[in-house]
């Protein structure tokens, strides 16, 4: 007699790919208020909901030929800073760039469908050629071609970051387009990403420009920086008289202003104010010292948990072991793709 087995019966829960994200910062220094709201905020809240890499980029910061001594400290800080700002290791592929072989085999391939009339054309080049005329080198050339293998190389179709970086992101798309008209369909085009409807700049205190972090060291709030010196570059962040009529136009440096204070301090604190410099009675020393004190209570727990990481170098060790295995295995999948469609595939 045959015996029938009966099995349980069981709907299982549709498969539910999350999208894939990704995102870099170049190991050049102290993390500032622009990275993390430019980029970090929205890292560390899309952690939950997409299938997060986020990386050092260690490559792209060799243009400016950092001391090698210095590299891996650098490396091990932006480490450090990210998870300091509530990155969890275990729920996203945090590694270095370097550790990820696939990506430059990648940025060679697109190298050569990248045009250089096109490349020579990008604001950010055209900056780098006006400030460092001694070197301009390949690498500063292509760099939008090696921020398209970062995204790429795990198929993402979100990049969190700054405003600063639409324009690559824009480029990036254009490259995967020829690659994908060339060889066949491959990637899918990647779009810049911020919780809000638009992507931020955090302006620098001085009112010229973006916080960044090689210039202007006392205009840029680093994430380390120490409350003493939080209060003194606040308070020295550039203001007037004052509005003499009611509902004035603000002038840039003082919506900058408002703009650093909506970023940190409560929204009833912010009303205050502009309800205050719409009556003309806003009084600046005032303003600062509130902003002061909401950006030392904003920075100071960030500061002090990326010092407790920094000292562990164990744990920066895993975190960037684990997270280039993860990383590997995504990448190496695309890149197996990517040479079967050129042709590359000869055993
Ligand atoms: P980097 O290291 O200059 O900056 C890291 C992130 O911080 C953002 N950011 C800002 N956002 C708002 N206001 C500011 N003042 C400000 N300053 C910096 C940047 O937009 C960025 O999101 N090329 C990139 C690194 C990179 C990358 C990538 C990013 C390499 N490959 C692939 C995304 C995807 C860079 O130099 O970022």
């Known amino acids: 007699m045959l015996l029938s087995v009966r099995r349980p019966f069981r709907i299982l829960p549709p498969v539910m790919s999350k ?18 709201f430019g980029a970090m905020r929205n890292y560390v809240k899309m952690q939950d909901e997409y299938n997060c890499y986020f990386f050092v980029a260690d490559y792209h910061s060799l243009t400016t030929h950092p001391d090698p001594k ?4 650098n490396v091990y800080r932006v480490v450090a800073e990210n998870v300091a700002c509530g990155l969890d290791p275990e729920k996203v592929a945090l590694y270095a760039q370097s550790d990820v072989p696939e990506i430059p085999e990648l940025y060679l391939m697109l190298n050569m469908l990248a045009y250089m009339g096109e490349l020579e054309k990008v604001p950010t080049f055209k900056d780098k050629v006006r400030q460092q005329p001694q070197n301009v080198n390949a690498g500063l050339l292509t760099y939008p071609v090696l921020m398209t293998a970062d995204i790429i190389i795990h198929k993402a179709v979100k990049v969190p970051v700054g405003k600063d970086q639409e324009q690559h992101i824009e480029m990036a798309r254009n490259f995967v387009n020829r690659f994908n008209n060339r060889y066949g369909e491959l990637f899918p085009e990647p779009y810049p990403f911020n919780y809000s409807s638009e992507l931020i700049k955090v302006p620098s205190l001085d009112g010229t420009g973006k916080m960044s972090k090689s ?23 550039k203001t007037d008289s004052g509005p003499t009529e009611h509902n004035s136009e603000m002038p840039e440096y003082i919506q900058n202003l408002f703009l650093l204070m909506g970023l940190v301090s409560t929204p009833d604190v912010v009303d205050t104010y502009k309800k205050a410099f719409n009556e003309c009675t806003i009084r600046y020393g005032d303003m600062k010292k509130q902003l002061a004190e909401d950006m030392v209570q904003f920075i100071a727990p960030i500061r002090e948990k990326t010092k407790e990481l920094h000292a562990n170098e164990d744990a920066i060790k895993k975190i960037l072991k684990e997270g280039a295995e993860k990383a590997r295995a995504s990448a190496s999948v695309t890149i197996a793709e990517a040479r079967k469609l050129i042709g590359i595939n000869y055993y």
């Open 19 to 36: 999208e894939i994200v990704v995102s870099g910062i170049r190991s050049t220094g102290f993390l500032h208020l622009g990275n993390y």
């Open 70 to 73: 210095d590299l891996r400290a």
């Open 215 to 237: 210039e202007n060291e006392n205009a840029t709030l680093y994430l380390a920086d120490e409350d003493d010196i939080i209060r003194k570059k606040v308070m020295k962040a």
